[in-house]
């Protein structure tokens, strides 16, 4: 069965340090591959996607993802957090190579220190 | 465009109350998707529908019903609440299943409180 894995379940970064939150898939074929974030109280706003071609992914909000199939993994990094990245993270794969079916993985909370 | 909206915001019941959480959308979606979060648990799917009257389960759809009666709308029902069911509601559509780079658009959300 799919699985999306989030070993991290909170963070706690320093503001201006860098960023990398852990995602581990399983799906026997290439995934679609998503990172949404959920600020307290709100919905879902999607940060970006992989669906195929360059493994490196940009995203909104100078955010990246890259796609290592060897790994089962889709990492999301930023180089410099700010304060307003404090939020939920989540990473989706799409169910059965279906967009409109995700799998959510059960979070990352970021914390930013001042 | 108002993209995916969800009625109410928020809503408490009484154990054995039935609802409709409504979810409409104004972007000619095909397909679209409920799915409930818990804490430590992220989004699971609970319905979802391809087309107008095509409706399938998800991972949780027990205790909730849906139909598609228009391409804008897809209400979930919950006919007899329980306490498990206090969760926050994600309504999303899409135009497609991803393969030409498709993507779910999320609500707002609706948090439900069954006493």
């Known amino acids: 069965a799919q699985s999306v894995t989030q070993p991290d379940i909170h963070i706690t970064v320093s503001e201006g340090a860098s960023l990398e939150l852990r995602c581990n898939y399983s799906?026997?074929?290439?995934?679609?591959l998503f990172w949404y974030v959920q600020s307290p109280g709100q919905g879902l706003q999607l940060l970006l996607k992989?669906?195929?071609?360059?493994?490196l992914v940009q995203g909104i909000k100078g955010f990246e993802a890259e796609f290592k199939r060897s790994q089962s993994s889709f990492n999301l990094r930023k180089p410099s957090v700010h304060w307003s990245d404090a939020a939920e993270y989540f990473c989706?794969?799409?169910?059965?190579?279906?967009?409109?079916?995700?799998?959510f993985g059960t979070g990352t909370l970021l914390a930013v220190q001042p | 465009n108002a993209g995916v909206t969800q009625t109410p915001k928020f809503q408490v019941l009484k154990t054995g109350q039935s609802m409709t959480l409504q979810c409409a959308q104004d972007?000619?979606?095909?397909?679209m998707s409920w799915y409930r979060q818990d804490p430590g648990m992220g989004l699971r799917l609970i319905h979802y529908?391809?087309?107008?009257?095509?409706?399938d389960q998800g991972e949780v759809p027990n205790g909730y019903n849906v139909s598609r009666s228009t391409t804008e709308d897809f209400p979930l029902r919950l006919l007899s609440a329980a306490p498990s069911q206090t969760s926050v509601y994600f309504c999303?559509?899409?135009?497609?299943?991803?393969?030409?780079?498709?993507?779910?658009?999320f609500g707002p959300g609706t948090r439900l409180l069954v006493l």
């Open positions: 999303a559509s899409s135009y497609g299943t991803g393969v030409l780079g498709e993507t779910q658009y």
């Open positions: 799906y026997g074929a290439t995934p679609y």
């Open positions: 992989y669906f195929s071609g360059d493994t």
């Open positions: 989706a794969v799409g169910a059965g190579g279906a967009t409109n079916k995700l799998i």
């Open positions: 972007m000619n979606h095909e397909y």
């Open positions: 529908s391809v087309g107008a009257g095509i409706t």
